[in-house]
């Protein structure tokens, strides 16, 4: 076969692998036809490959194993980590995939060099800048939620100003390179320059922010692999980099219209959306808080009942206990939902995903709409390590440093519940009035320990209490 | 300007234009997986990191080119492996009671 013949028979199986890519995330409309779209997927990965190392360009193969199975041994634990800890194996992926394709741009100059285009070098900077950026983001968005770095915003006075200087640097970099193509000094110090962008872009990031922040890294990490296609003329990866691109792009708009943010707020990776927090002296309010025996009863009386999770229901670990919850209220005839706001938790979906994993019917899971118009029938509002997503001070109060974001509206149930630990404020620091309220209850304590109480007692009001231990052990 | 420059960006636009739509109707019930399954995808990347490390141009590329394939390379293999059994956990009642 001639040579012309090999390349085209590589583009066509390029073609069929993309394909099946795009199968994939149509499929993904429905999670009855998620699984055979990974299936696809999976197909076409693996034709793309085999593919690849069948092209005659390839003449040493024995390191490109030793790497495949360097990545695969890598890859596989990062599969198999608990579903708590997907948020922070998200951040390590894209931390992956920006290495890869900075690397590849960064091999792309130097072998081309010292006869890199004009045009070529404009090409390689972006895709350089934006990978590398993309790789220090990551990383550090997965200290975050690891935990090893601390999740609360770090501000300081003139932040944007320094980390907008510090992109300046990077594009004047790139500019210096693209009218001189060989000034090859450069091209190290605009790839670190980046590279400090990136820890500067994410630093700043609260822990409620997240969900937003690893939508746009997404993006960030998509864009750069269309780049390396247009680096390398290679078309798969330029559509594959827009799907992923967009993909997280999209992800990004809709966490953004969750939290009222503006569109520049996201495009610049939420600069500046710490705002200055007036605390105001008010006179003690009185708070009625109930036992888990009278919460019990409340609940057993109901006929429908709200679950309202939050990232506290992660950290507590409480989602199997919720199941149990679920599981002996279903049993006495209660009609049980739960209200998923698309930013609880630290990633788009996160709730949905322990919920899942707790073996709760996906069909019962409610995105916000749908809850919102349910909530004035609902008798009881059950929330679980949630708070500002539940704050009615965003509906009403033009103050209040939400407004205007759309929350699901458990004031306008019968009976609320508030599981938590303290009277202490959320993560952003804003009171909630829900708590106030003369129809909610507060029911302080750890949530897994407390929603263990409940279900205790619901078992032992039906006199049956080993039903209540289920067919599952709790995680870890 | 390369021939092929505008022609990729037609691909680009396309795409970008065809992910919208298709993304658009991904149910928000799976926007984990969602995030695992185009990060797979992304991983792609790997096709062009086995071609420059397997040319053998330089040492440098080499090296650069190794370690995009096992990074890459782990992506594709651990995004898979986890939306697959992120997809598996997702059940309905129907199915549960079974």
Redesign the interface.
């Known amino acids: 076969m001639s040579a012309i013949e090999i390349a085209q028979i590589l583009d066509a199986t390029?073609l069929v692998?993309i394909v099946l890519?795009?199968l994939?995330?149509?499929w993904?409309?429905?999670?009855s036809s998620?699984?055979r779209?990974?299936?696809v997927?999976?197909i076409g990965?693996a034709l793309?490959?085999a593919?690849?190392?069948c092209?005659p360009?390839?003449?040493?193969?024995k390191?490109?194993v030793?790497?495949?199975i360097?990545?695969?041994?890598?890859?596989?634990?990062?599969?198999?980590?608990k579903?708590t800890a997907?948020p922070q194996?998200?951040a390590m992926?894209?931390t992956?995939?920006s290495?890869?394709?900075t690397?590849?741009g960064?091999?792309?100059y130097?072998?081309g060099y010292p006869h890199v285009?004009r045009?070529?070098m404009g090409e390689i900077s972006l895709e350089v800048i934006i990978g590398s950026l993309t790789f220090t983001g990551s990383l550090i968005a997965a200290g975050k939620l690891q935990e090893i770095l601390p999740l609360r915003p770090m501000v300081y006075k003139g932040q944007n100003f320094v980390s907008l200087s510090v992109l300046g640097a990077a594009v004047v970099l790139a500019i210096a390179m693209v009218v001189n193509p060989n000034l090859a000094l450069l091209f190290p110090v605009m790839i670190a320059v980046s590279l400090f962008f990136g820890v500067l872009l994410v630093t700043p990031i609260g822990g409620a922010d997240m969900p937003t922040v690893?939508?746009l890294l997404?993006s960030y990490?998509?864009i750069a692999?269309?780049m390396?296609?247009?680096v390398?003329?290679?078309?798969?990866?330029?559509?594959?980099?827009?799907?992923?691109?967009?993909?997280?792009f999209?992800?990004s708009v809709?966490m953004c219209k969750a939290m009222n943010r503006s569109f520049t707020n996201v495009m610049f990776g939420a600069f500046g959306q710490v705002q200055a927090k007036t605390i105001t002296e008010e006179e003690p309010r009185t708070v009625r808080s109930a036992s888990p025996e009278e919460a019990a009863e409340i609940l057993a009386a109901a006929n429908r009942v709200v679950i309202v999770p939050g990232y506290g229901m992660a950290v507590a670990q409480a989602q199997h206990k919720v199941r149990e919850l679920f599981d002996i209220l279903t049993r006495k005839g209660v009609d049980v939902a739960f209200g998923?706001h698309?930013v609880a938790g630290r990633?788009?979906?996160?709730m949905?995903?322990l919920l899942?994993?707790a073996?709760i019917?996906?069909?019962?899971?409610l995105?916000m709409e749908d809850v919102n118009s349910d909530l004035p029938q609902t008798d009881v509002a059950l929330i679980i390590g949630a708070n500002d997503v539940t704050n009615p001070g965003a509906r009403t109060d033009t103050n209040s440093p939400i407004y205007g974001m759309p929350i699901l509206d458990v004031d306008k149930a019968r009976t609320v519940m508030v599981i938590k630990r303290s009277m202490s404020p959320g993560f952003a620091g804003i009171d909630n009035p829900l708590y106030y309220m003369d129809k909610t209850l507060m029911l302080f304590g750890d949530a897994k320990a407390f929603v263990g109480d409940l279900v205790r007692e619901l078992s032992a009001v039906q006199g049956t209490p080993q039903e209540a231990s289920g067919s599952r052990v709790a995680g870890d | 300007?390369?021939p092929?420059?505008l022609s990729?960006v037609y691909?680009?636009i396309l795409?970008?234009f065809?992910?919208?739509e298709?993304?658009?109707?991904?149910?928000?019930?799976?926007?984990?997986?969602?995030?695992?399954?185009?990060?797979?995808?992304?991983?792609?990347?790997?096709?062009?990191?086995?071609?420059?490390?397997?040319?053998?141009?330089?040492r440098?590329?080499?090296v650069?080119?190794?370690?995009?394939?096992?990074?890459?390379?782990?992506?594709?293999?651990?995004?898979?492996?986890?939306?697959?059994?992120?997809?598996?956990?997702?059940?309905?009642?129907?199915?549960?009671q079974q």
Request: aromatic fraction near 8%.
């Open positions: 390029y692998a890519f795009i994939a995330i149509k993904m409309s429905s999670p998620a699984r779209g990974v299936l997927a999976e990965g793309a490959v593919a690849t190392l092209d360009q390839v003449i040493q193969y390191w490109i030793v790497a495949l360097v990545g695969a041994a890598v890859g596989i634990p990062l599969g198999m980590v579903m997907v194996r998200t992926a894209l992956f995939g290495l890869s394709a690397m590849i960064i091999a792309e130097y072998v285009t045009f070529g690893i939508s997404n990490a998509g692999a269309a390396l296609g247009f390398l003329d290679s078309k798969v990866l330029v559509i594959a980099g827009a799907l992923d691109g967009s993909s997280g999209i992800l809709i998923i698309p990633m788009p979906g996160h949905n995903v899942a994993e073996d019917p996906y069909d019962r899971l995105e | 300007m390369p092929d420059f990729n691909v680009f795409a970008g065809l992910a919208f298709i993304v658009k109707r991904v149910s928000p019930l799976l926007h984990t997986p969602l995030m695992s399954l185009t990060n797979a995808l992304d991983a792609i990347v790997v096709v062009a990191a086995i071609i420059i490390a397997g040319r053998h141009e330089s440098l590329s080499v650069l080119g190794l370690i995009a394939v096992a990074a890459s390379f782990s992506n594709m293999v651990g995004g898979f492996f986890i939306t697959d059994r992120t997809l598996r956990m997702f059940k309905t009642g129907k199915a549960k």
